[in-house]
C-alpha cells in the first residue's frame, strides 16, 4: 500500500480543492483563500500562487518575524458518481510567509514551511512527519486517475463488477451480489472498488505488481480482469 507520505504528497500535489484557513480571516469567503497553484518545493515546503490582492498574501505581507500561522486543508473528492464521495482529507500546517520571486503580472507566492502534517482517508487516520513528507514522491498514476477511473466506470463497468468473484470467502462477499461496482480509487499498487448495494463496503484489488505509468496499468487490469473472468 502506499505509505501515509505518499498520500499525503499526492493530495498536495493533485488537482484537489483546497482552503487555506489563516487565523483573523475565518469571515473570508472560501474561494478567495483558495491557491491558483500548489507546488511542493525541494525541503518539502508548499508553495501556494495567489492573486496579488488576495487576503492571504496581504496578511503574509503585514506579519512580523514570520509569525503567521496557517493550515492548508485538501479535500479529495471522488470523480465518479458514488455514495460518500469525500475519499480524504489532508491538513498541512506551518509558518506562511511571502516569497521574494517574479510569478507573473498580478500574482504572487506564499510560503508554508511544513510543520505538521495530518491525513484522514480511505486507509486511515494518520500523522505525516515533515521530513517522510519531504522525501517522498506523489503516486504516478495521479494526474490520470480522474480520467481513468471515469473511464473505467463507463467502459469497463462489466469486467469491474466481475471482480467480486475474487473476494472469495471475505466479509462482505456475500453481500458483492447484486451490488453495483463503482471503480473508486487507484494507484500504483491497486484499485479500490465501492460495491453499492443493500449493504456497501469498499473491497481493495492489488495490482499483480506496483505499476510505473498507464502503459503499465492497463497490463496489470487485463491480468486483473481476466484472473475475475476465470
Given amino acids: 500500500m502506499p505509505s501515509a507520505a505518499e498520500r499525503t504528497r499526492t493530495l498536495v500535489q493533485s488537482t484537489c480543492s483546497s482552503v487555506l484557513l489563516i487565523p483573523g480571516l475565518e469571515q473570508a469567503p472560501p474561494y478567495a483563500l483558495t491557491p491558483d497553484e500548489r507546488t511542493v518545493g525541494r525541503d518539502g515546503e508548499v508553495l501556494l500562487t495567489f492573486p496579488e490582492h488576495s487576503p492571504a498574501v496581504r496578511a503574509a505581507a503585514h506579519a512580523h518575524d514570520d509569525e503567521l500561522s496557517a493550515v492548508l486543508e485538501v ?19 506551518g509558518r506562511l510567509t511571502r516569497v521574494p520571486r517574479d510569478t507573473g503580472p498580478g500574482t504572487a507566492t506564499l510560503r508554508l514551511e511544513t510543520g505538521e502534517l495530518s491525513l484522514d482517508d480511505l486507509w486511515g487516520a494518520e500523522r505525516v512527519e515533515p521530513e517522510d513528507f519531504a522525501a517522498a514522491r506523489p503516486d504516478p498514476l495521479s494526474a490520470h486517475e480522474a480520467e481513468l477511473l471515469q473511464h473505467l466506470a463507463a467502459a469497463h463497468g462489466s469486467e469491474v463488477q466481475l471482480l467480486r468473484g475474487l ?7 456475500g453481500s458483492a451480489a447484486g451490488a453495483v461496482a463503482v471503480p473508486l480509487a487507484l494507484d500504483r499498487f491497486g484499485l479500490r472498488v465501492r460495491f453499492v448495494g443493500v449493504q456497501t463496503f469498499d473491497a481493495r484489488f492489488d495490482l499483480p505488481e506496483p505499476v510505473a505509468d498507464v502503459g503499465g496499468l492497463r497490463r496489470a487490469m487485463h491480468t486483473l480482469f481476466e484472473a475475475a473472468a476465470g
Avoid at 458518481?81 to 482529507?89: D, E, I
Avoid at 473476494?167 to 462477499?173: I, P, R, S
Fill in 75 to 93: 479535500t479529495d473528492v471522488a470523480p465518479v458518481a458514488v455514495p460518500h464521495r469525500v475519499r480524504g482529507r489532508t491538513w498541512v500546517s
Fill in 167 to 173: 473476494l472469495g470467502e471475505h466479509t462482505g462477499a
